[in-house]
């Protein structure tokens, strides 16, 4: 048997002690991976342009940035799931 955990990305500074926390509690559960979605829907049912689209992946970004440290320091891997809201080179530019 594994433990996987299930987490939010902090998406507002006011987010980080939740976060932190959170990664703490599923370290301790037993979980090596926590797992994320960026979006909620399907990319094109989501953005009207993509200007808007392009704002989003901008907030994802510092999401992402904002947590790899919190996830680094707890040897804690991200898995980010990925239904049809990123093209590949969108997604290897954007773990790179």
Known sequence: MYVE???GLP??????????????VAKNAG???IRTAMLSGRRYEMFDTAK???EFAEQQ???LA?????LRNHSMKL???NHKDWRLDEMLMLLQ
């Open 5 to 7: 955990a299930t987490l």
């Open 52 to 54: 808007a689209f392009s």
């Open 66 to 70: 904002q947590a790899e440290p919190i």
């Open 79 to 81: 898995a980010i799931e």
């Open 31 to 33: 979980a090596t991976v």
């Open 11 to 24: 998406h507002e500074k006011s987010d980080l002690g939740d976060f932190k926390h959170n990664v703490r």
């Open 61 to 63: 970004w510092i999401a």
